[in-house]
């Protein structure tokens, strides 16, 4: 299947023409790319990417809500809005997840029965990816959100990384069933109980499991999980640059430094931060990719592959499939109103 990406290229720190040097190298792959942007500062481009002028950009504004509302010609609203009117398959935003999660909301809006949506990121941890959810989206949430939540990093685990039967953590203070705050033990309860043929609830799990392998998912509240994303982004970029430090601080340790460079070199590519591509925004009509305001095109290229990946998977559809037969849907009527507004009081802005 031909799919066709819409790029938001404004709000990264290195400015659009890398995120449009990002769209070059998924383009060579194979991969459609629609560009909104500022086209002065993009350029020429080949065959394959279509630069839509979008200078406007609200990345950076503090009410990502009203801005959405309030700026229909943004370019990450109008990257949105081509999704949402069937002329990309998948958006894909170089800036703030704040006005990536808004414009979502409001122009391709909630998929049906998902009270939110939750932002979930592949960890690279060698020899066993996590992924990790909400881990930012949502500050406040309720037992039942994190359900959903168990349940779309299931599908995104099956769908994306060839995970067959994931296993599903919540991530708490203790492992026992009684521990955590209410939201989670209540959680847990609910997991437990139910019949889940598409993964297996493996029950709590604390901080120092999220990289031992004991689960493929880890679900959270976005204020906990985007803490618990950026301590590890920090540790493994410091111990990459401890080890760098150490191979070149004598003329031994340069030597032997040589000697392991492929290895080493493996390593820091296989925790690369930039190799997931970035964060995707789950629970919506059609599926959303947010990168990190940092990345390099190769971060980029990455989320436009990804996304092009999970489209080509059916994410959306095996994810409503999943909760569906789990019994997790919201019926209708229920406490939150299927509206575009939903999820945006409780999102805290974060460049990420």
Same mark, same amino acid.
């Given at each position: 299947m031909s799919v066709t990406v819409a790029l938001d290229a404004n709000g990264a720190d290195l400015g659009p023409a890398e995120v449009a040097a990002g769209a070059v190298i998924a383009a060579e792959l194979g991969v459609k790319v629609r560009i909104f942007g500022p086209a002065d500062q993009i350029g020429d481009l080949p065959d394959g990417i279509e630069i839509v002028d979008a200078p406007v950009s609200i990345a950076k504004d503090p009410d990502p809500a009203r801005a959405a509302r309030?700026?229909?010609?943004?370019?990450?609203?109008?990257? !949105?809005?081509?999704? !949402?009117?069937?002329?990309?398959?998948?958006?894909?935003?170089?800036? !703030?997840?704040?006005?990536?999660?808004?414009?979502?909301?409001f122009e391709i809006k909630r998929a049906r029965g998902i009270y939110r949506p939750a932002l979930a990121t592949p960890v690279p941890i060698p020899g066993s990816p996590v992924t990790l959810l909400d881990v930012g989206a949502n500050v406040e949430v309720r037992s039942e959100?994190?359900?959903?939540?168990?349940?779309?990093?299931?599908?995104?685990?099956?769908?994306?990384?060839?995970?067959?039967?994931?296993?599903?953590a919540l991530l708490s203070n203790g492992s026992e069933a009684s521990r955590g705050t209410t939201v989670v033990v209540d959680a847990g309860e609910q997991l437990a109980a139910g019949s889940h043929s598409s993964f297996e609830f493996v029950g709590n799990i604390e901080g120092n499991d999220l990289a031992a392998d004991v689960?493929?998912?880890?679900?959270?509240?976005?204020?906990?999980?985007?803490?618990?994303?950026k301590v590890m982004e920090g540790i493994s970029q410091a111990v990459?640059?401890?080890?760098?430090? !150490?191979?070149?601080?004598?003329?031994?340790?340069? %030597?032997?430094?040589?000697?392991?460079?492929?290895? %080493?070199?493996?390593?820091?590519?296989?925790?690369?931060?930039?190799?997931?591509?970035?964060?995707?925004?789950?629970?919506?009509?059609?599926?959303?990719?947010?990168?990190?305001?940092?990345?390099?095109?190769?971060?980029?290229?990455?989320?436009?592959?990804?996304?092009?990946?999970?489209?080509n998977g059916d994410l959306v559809g095996r994810t409503e499939a999943m909760l569906e037969a789990g019994g997790a849907l919201r019926r209708a009527g229920g406490a939150e109103a299927d509206s575009p507004s939903g999820g945006v009081a409780s999102f805290s802005p974060d460049d990420s």
């Open positions: 309030s700026t229909p010609e943004a370019s990450i609203v109008q990257a !949105a809005r081509a999704v !949402a009117e069937g002329q990309a398959d998948a958006l894909v935003s170089a800036g !703030a997840t704040g006005a990536t999660l808004a414009a979502g909301l959100h994190l359900v959903q939540f168990a349940f779309m990093g299931a599908a995104l685990a099956t769908t994306v990384l060839g995970q067959q039967l994931p296993r599903v689960a493929d998912v880890i679900v959270t509240d976005g204020f906990t999980g985007n803490i618990a994303l990459v640059g401890g080890v760098r430090d !150490a191979a070149t601080s004598s003329a031994r340790a340069k %030597l032997g430094g040589a000697l392991l460079r492929p290895a %080493l070199r493996g390593f820091r590519d296989e925790i690369d931060p930039e190799g997931p591509g970035g964060a995707y925004m789950l629970g919506l009509r059609q599926l959303a990719v947010v990168s990190h305001g940092r990345f390099t095109r190769y971060g980029f290229s990455q989320a436009i592959l990804l996304a092009a990946r999970a489209v």
